[in-house]
C-alpha cells in the first residue's frame, strides 16, 4: 500500500458508506434480537462494538475504504452462517436437516471455509494495514487526524474487542467442526 493513509482513512467513498450504512442497520436489528432471543453477551458486545464502528465510520465519516472489507467481503462467512442456521434442529426449519442432510454438510463446510480465509487469513492483514494507517495518522498531526482523533481510537478499541471475538469463535468453530466430523464418522 502507498502512504497515503488520508485517502484510505478521511475520503469519503460512497460504496464504503453504503456498506456502513447497511451494516449499522443489520447491527440494529441484530442487537434487537439477541436480547429477545438471549443469544448471550458476547452477540451483543459484538453487534455494540460493531454498529458503533459503522457508525463511527458514517458520522463523521472514517476509514470507509476499511469497512469495505471489515464490514462487506468479512461478512460473507455471516450470510453463510444465516443459510446454515436454517438446519438448526430446534431455532431453524423443523426437519430440514433431516430432508436435505447433504445440503446442511455443503452449507457447513462453505461456512467454515469462509470464516477462516476472510476472518483469520483476510482479517490480521487488512487490521494490520489499517492500525498501521491509523498509528500514521495520529503521528502526522493533520487536521484530519486531530478532527477524528477520538474515533480513531474508538475504531481501535472496537476493532480489537472484534478481533478477539474472532478467536472465541474459531475456537467454537474447531470444536463444532470435530464434534460433527466424528458423529459423521459414527454413522458411516
Known amino acids: 500500500m502507498d502512504g497515503n493513509f488520508e485517502n484510505r482513512l478521511f475520503k469519503f467513498i460512497p460504496g464504503g458508506n453504503h456498506v456502513l450504512l447497511m451494516f449499522f ?54 450470510a453463510i452462517l444465516v443459510l446454515l442456521a436454517n438446519f438448526d434442529p430446534d431455532l431453524g426449519v423443523k426437519g430440514l436437516e433431516d430432508v436435505l442432510p447433504m445440503t446442511r454438510i455443503v452449507v457447513a463446510v462453505a461456512f467454515v471455509l469462509a470464516f477462516i480465509f ?13 492500525c498501521k494507517d491509523v498509528f500514521a495518522a495520529l503521528a502526522a498531526d493533520s487536521k484530519e487526524a486531530k478532527t477524528h482523533k477520538k474515533w480513531l481510537w474508538t475504531f481501535m478499541v472496537t476493532l480489537t474487542g472484534l478481533s478477539l471475538l474472532q478467536v472465541i469463535w474459531l475456537g467454537q468453530i474447531i470444536i463444532l467442526a470435530r464434534e460433527e466430523i466424528l458423529k459423521l464418522m459414527e454413522e458411516n
Request: proline share 4%.
Open 25 to 78: 442497520a443489520y447491527q440494529v436489528k441484530n442487537t434487537y434480537d439477541t436480547i429477545i432471543w438471549n443469544d448471550g453477551p458476547e452477540y451483543l458486545f459484538h453487534h455494540i462494538l460493531a454498529g458503533t464502528a459503522a457508525w463511527g465510520g458514517m458520522y463523521p465519516g472514517c476509514a470507509q475504504y476499511y469497512a469495505i472489507f471489515f464490514m462487506g467481503i468479512s461478512e460473507v462467512s455471516t
Open 118 to 130: 476472510c476472518r483469520t487469513l483476510l482479517w490480521p492483514c487488512t487490521t494490520y494495514y489499517f
